[in-house]
């Protein structure tokens, strides 16, 4: 597959697949762009609320949580060696804490039953990354101050091992799991499920999430640092979505939004 060869991807059934239930929305795959992520934001502040699934082949500025970069590469014969999308939809929810989650879950039962989460936003395969997630909210309507929002989630999954050295976590690929399997085959398997996951999350929030969320638990029972400073080990997330870190002060609730977590290796060598 060459980069404009985009008659590859099945933009027709994925459409297909949602338009039903989410009137007005659009597939477009580019061969390239600095970001989806930073695309669909730019048509929103512009008054652009479709709801949009943007592809690309290639991002030369894709970027994760934190503004961290994202590395992708192409295969042997030009085409993309990671699936990069963005989705953009008006939503709703009671509360937005554990939407990334909720995310992360719904990326993970599409792809494979022994992906696990990092909380908030990273899917990993024995102890590599092989997925990460970033979400970006918009406020619209001008004087309005309820929760609607036009929501980006960007999504960024290894299907070759990506190209970049000295990467901070060692990195999986998605044909470890699914031998054959590439960023077109991919899409159509995530996609669907992750619209209807966060209409769900709209509806009913995180807290019907939670057990599922804690049988992938990435960093359950593992000791952790958090960005300030403070180590503990992971206990889990409430019904929020909230990561809950038992440290010496005791149990310490920590939003996404407030820091970074790191796995201690080797474990802290003091009782909590």
Same mark, same amino acid.
């Given at each position: ?39 669909? +934001?730019?048509?929103?502040?512009? $008054?652009?609320?479709? %709801?949009? &699934? &943007? ?28 699936? +990069? ?12 804490? $554990?939407?990334?989650?909720?995310? $992360? ?9 022994? &992906?696990?989460?990092?909380? #908030? ?9 092989? @997925? ?17 929002? /036009?929501?980006?989630?960007?999504? $960024?999954?290894?299907?070759? /091992?990506? #190209? ?27 996609? @669907?499920?992750?619209?209807?996951? +966060? ?66 290796? %080797? #474990?802290?060598?003091? %009782?909590?």
């Amino acid at each position: 597959m060459t980069l404009r060869d985009m008659t590859a991807w099945p933009s027709e059934a994925v459409w297909q697949a949602i338009e039903p239930g989410l009137p007005g929305f659009t597939v477009e795959v580019v061969p390239e762009i600095d970001s989806t992520n930073a695309e669909l +934001m730019r048509r929103a502040r512009a $008054g652009n609320l479709a %709801p949009t &699934l &943007l592809v690309a082949e290639h991002q030369h500025a894709g970027r994760g949580r934190l503004g961290r970069p994202w590395h992708d590469g192409r295969d042997a014969a030009g085409g993309p060696g990671c699936l +990069m999308f963005s989705l953009g939809l008006t939503l709703a929810p009671g509360a937005w804490s $554990g939407l990334s989650l909720a995310v $992360g879950l719904s990326l993970a039962q599409s792809l494979h039953d022994d &992906l696990a989460l990092k909380w #908030p936003n990273d899917l990993y395969w024995r102890d590599r990354k092989l @997925a990460g997630v970033l979400v970006e909210t918009l406020n619209w309507g001008g004087q309005y101050t309820g929760p609607q929002r /036009y929501v980006v989630v960007g999504v $960024g999954v290894n299907i070759l /091992y990506p #190209p970049a050295d000295n990467l901070s976590t060692e990195p999986a690929a998605l044909t470890e799991l699914l031998p054959g399997i590439t960023a077109a085959l991919a899409l159509p398997r995530v996609a @669907a499920p992750l619209v209807l996951a +966060m209409q769900r999350f709209e509806q009913e929030g995180f807290a019907p999430l939670q057990r599922a969320f804690h049988a992938r638990d990435a960093l359950a029972q593992v000791a952790v640092t958090l960005s300030d400073g403070t180590q503990g080990v992971a206990q889990g997330v409430d019904a929020s979505g909230a990561l809950l870190v038992k440290t010496h002060a005791g149990v310490q609730r920590v939003t996404s939004a407030e820091i970074s977590v790191r796995a201690l290796h %080797p #474990p802290i060598d003091h %009782p909590i």
